[in-house]
Each structure stands twice: as structure tokens, then as C-alpha cells.
């Protein structure tokens, strides 16, 4: 199980820090990747890390402003999100598949496990 949490209201330019907690079952050989999702869009792909820390990608609209990172000895993963703009509003959701599935990284169809999203609202 995957539980989102660090979500909240900011005002344009600030900051926030989204946890992903793991439960259950060891996610340190997965490859765990942020979503968003913003009242009708479609889901969006925000960021993503392998299993050793390495192999980082992000989305256009967030390079440079985000950054993912994380904690197997915890079994954590973390979305540092700065610099923070209206469109960045959505419900964030992190998700997770096993390592070996070398599929696209930004294909939500590919994910076995997820979150219940917690919500990012920038004021402007």
C-alpha cells in the first residue's frame, strides 16, 4: 500500500514537500513515480526514480522546480516541489512497479500500486 500525504495550500512561489509512505511490502526494488492530476485532465506525469536512488526523470512543466528523491530504509519517497505556479494545482498520487518492467515511465497504465492522492492548491 502507498500512502500520499503532504499536501496542502501555498501561495505562488512557494514551497511544499510530498511524502509517499510504503506499507506492506519492501518497494525498495521498485521504481516510484509521481502523478497529478488537475479537475478534468488527464493524469500527468511528474516525476519518477529507480529503485537505487538514480535514473531520475521529470516532467516539462515541473524540471528544474521539483525534485524526487528517496529513503528505502524508511520506505519513503519524497517530492520536493519549489517555486510553485497555479498550474501546479492537482491531486498529486505516487505510484509504483516492480524494476524489471523497463515499459515508457510516464504511462500510468504501467503501475501496479498506488496512492489516494493528496492535494496541492497555489494561489495566486
Known amino acids: 500500500q502507498l500512502q500520499a500525504s503532504g499536501g496542502g495550500l501555498v501561495q505562488v512561489g512557494g514551497s511544499l514537500r510530498l511524502s509517499c509512505a510504503a506499507s506492506?511490502?519492501?518497494?525498495?526494488?521498485?521504481?516510484m513515480t509521481w502523478f497529478r492530476q488537475a479537475p478534468g485532465d488527464e493524469r500527468e506525469f511528474v516525476a519518477t526514480?529507480?529503485?537505487?536512488?538514480?535514473?531520475?526523470y521529470y516532467g516539462d512543466r515541473v524540471k528544474g522546480r521539483f525534485t524526487i528523491s528517496r529513503d528505502n530504509d524508511k520506505n519513503l519517497v519524497y517530492l520536493q516541489m519549489d517555486n510553485l505556479k497555479p498550474e501546479d494545482t492537482a491531486v498529486y498520487f505516487c505510484?509504483?512497479?516492480?524494476?524489471?518492467?523497463?515499459?515508457?515511465?510516464?504511462?500510468?497504465?504501467?503501475?501496479?500500486?498506488w496512492g489516494q492522492g493528496t492535494l496541492v492548491t497555489v494561489s495566486s
Open positions: 526514480i529507480r529503485w537505487s536512488g538514480g535514473n531520475t
Open positions: 506492506g511490502r519492501s518497494f525498495s526494488r521498485y521504481r
Open positions: 505510484a509504483a512497479r516492480d524494476g524489471t518492467n523497463l515499459g515508457a515511465v510516464g504511462l500510468a497504465g504501467l503501475y501496479d500500486y
